[in-house]
């Protein structure tokens, strides 16, 4: 059966079960482990070999708060040899008619600016109207931008919006979501805690995708943000989440937390162990990305492109494909390090990994993960236990295997390099790094008619 085609019928099966809005994503990535890790490392049952995209799913542009025009976003991720790029402006989508005034009272946009605008696209791309103080520029839409950028299996536009939510309790929760693929909008649903914006929010998405009959992926955006307004314990209290942001590029998300909040990869690593060890649910998938705003000579602190992003292993450059992929675990998050191979064999009991090395640049390899016996009192606690997100096993070099003892809760790679980042991110990830998913938790987790 096609891989999509399998999928719907995964999901028909499970929306049809009790309980079905609660676990549904949890059903999900139960029925794929069922469905074996021959599909995992082959990249679905297309026939064809599956290879490794590059492409990011965080960013924005002048459709809400980025300072330059989309098209010239996509050109820049394009131009540097991203193979899909999703633009994911706040709650909105790139689609109607929008025209920006350049003298805007926030944020003028500057004559240079427009300049190189007409200079790439050209006098038949660009749409200006009026004059003088009035004078405005018409904003792509996601059709026109796809029809002119997209190149097949080269360069994939996929459509996308950044939930940009809020709690209605106090202290009040920033709650960003990122909805990849998505065909409508999606209206931020609001809620009282962060654990219900979260929830309704992933449901809502979820719903689209049943409406619209694609695979679409949400994730969690930088969770300390706010100053820390999605905690572990959140991440673990909606099963129906599956992806969080574990490395948000911008130097404003408290990448390392603070004396009494666990750093974001910290937070990754309890969030899953709870969810393992409390819900028994599958852990969350982790994603790198840019948040990218500013594109004109800004600081590093500013949220700059060209920091995160993600390797996604799938058979063709199709959007549906990539989110099945990113939907299977087969994706690793990324601030510059390549990899060849992620390949976690069940059967054997081992998690291999091998990076695609620069020149000049060594690698470690670490293999992180939690005992099965981890034990904790409170939140706070955990995050301060060893044995949580503990070290396994560590290697110099560019690859290594891990072979499963039976006693973890999972085991994910964690591959450093001693090369700086291209562009460094002020109090946060400063040299090239790759993070692989989660793997070895599927006996952990309940299927459905156990539930
Ligand atoms: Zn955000
Ligand atoms: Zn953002």
Redesign the pocket.
Known sequence: MPALERWFCWRRRFESGAAAGLYRGVFLGVVLLLAGPAALLQGGESGQEAQWFKGTT???SLWSDGDEFPDMVVDWFKSRGYQFFCL?D?NVLMQGDRWVRLARQRRPIPESVLEAYLARFGDDWVEIRGEGAKREVRLKTFEEIRSRMDEPGKFLLIQGE?I?DRTSGRPVRHV?L?GLNLAKFVRPRGGATAVRCIRDNVLAVEQQAKEVGRPMVVHV??PNYGPFSVSARDLAEVPEARFVEMC?C?SNVHHWGDQDHPGVERMWDIANTLRLIEKKVPPLYGVA?D?S?SYHDAPATR?LPGRGWIGVRAARLEADALMEAMIRGDFYASTGVELAAVDYDPAKGTLHVEVAPKPETRYTIEFVGTPADAQWTDDKALATLAGVGKVLASHSGTSATYRFSGKELYVRAVIRSDREMERPIPNGVQTETAWTQPVGWETRVLKNEER
């Open positions: 965080h960013s924005h994911t706040h950044e940009t960003h990122n955006n930088h948000n911008y990305s948040d705003h949220p």
